[in-house]
């Protein structure tokens, strides 16, 4: 058993391959498991548990990243973390008081990203308009229908029926279908983005069917870390802007003094500002939200 010391409470776990055999932790269980997930970055790409080791509920598994590979084992896929250093948090900081307490009272964020930029496309097609829950029940299929890498080869060997019996529309079939073949063709080669600015690589990604702009802002988050990326389409960010900022409306011309006054840190700024809009944080309330 390998004991890990934090600052919330200790972890306990036992590692057999890629298995969890044992875990315990004198923490909250979420933190206890994000502890253990910083703890084996970079050394495994995956873990398997048994669901009866996991003591998660099932919305904290799947917030977590787990689903099922067969009945009664979980599988996480370990991901690498948004990259940003301490001269971007003291430049927010300095920037803007009010996100300054946001921040001391956060502290460091730790956010998985997904560099596979073909799987962060699918992810993203499938969860148009429908629950994130129904997202992760149909991405569990398709990545265990592919032996846990989708990869536009293997899609393409799919027939639009088979396609939609993980519980994809019609419409989205067409869009994951259409995209594939541009990047099997060449047409679209998502290294390209590494070389373009954020502009270009937004208009660049827009080409595909189903890809908006704020679709391609989250991509370029999140699979390729861009540093800059404050999106006025996104409504949790705009949410938070009213909660920590107490604005009863959030203009665009309002909403582009805060992207000037982040940038070129807009992304970080994000991360914290989603925090608050998502998280019940005492302090923090939406002034457009109904009283009680």
């Known amino acids: 058993m390998t004991i890990i010391q934090t600052d919330e409470g200790e972890v306990f776990y036992k590692l ?98 997904i560099p596979d930029i073909y799987y962060n496309f699918v992810r993203s097609i499938v969860g148009q308009q429908i629950s994130v829950y129904a997202q992760y029940a149909i991405m569990a299929r398709l990545m265990n229908a592919m032996n846990h890498h989708i990869t536009p080869e293997k899609v393409i060997n799919y027939k639009d029926e088979e396609l939609k019996s993980f519980g994809l529309s019609e419409r989205k079939v067409v869009y994951i279908k259409t995209a594939t073949e541009k990047v099997i063709n060449g047409d679209i080669d998502f290294e390209e983005i590494h070389h373009m600015t954020d502009e270009e690589a937004i208009q660049y990604l827009t080409q595909l069917k189903g890809v908006g702009e704020w679709t391609a802002e989250m991509m370029l988050m999140f699979s390729y870390n861009r540093m800059d990326i404050f999106s006025y389409k996104d409504l949790a960010i705009i949410r938070g802007l009213r909660m920590i900022y107490r604005h009863k409306e959030v203009s665009r011309e309002r909403f582009e003094k805060y992207r000037r006054r982040f940038s070129p840190y807009g992304s970080l700024a994000s991360l914290y500002i989603w925090v608050i809009s998502e998280q019940n944080i005492e302090g923090y309330s939406d002034p457009l939200a109904k009283k009680k």
């Open 16 to 113: 057999e391959g890629h298995d969890i055999t044992l875990f315990d932790c004198k923490c909250s269980v979420v933190d206890g498991w994000k502890n253990l997930f910083r703890v084996l970055r970079g050394q495994l790409d995956y873990i398997l548990v048994n669901f009866d080791i996991l003591q998660l509920t099932a919305h904290e598994y799947k917030f977590l990243g787990f689903y099922e590979v067969e009945p009664g084992l979980m599988r996480k896929n370990i991901q690498p973390t948004f990259q940003y250093d301490m001269e971007a948090i003291e430049y927010l900081k300095n920037k803007d008081k009010k996100l300054a307490r946001v921040i001391e009272m956060i502290g460091p964020i730790e956010e998985e990203i």
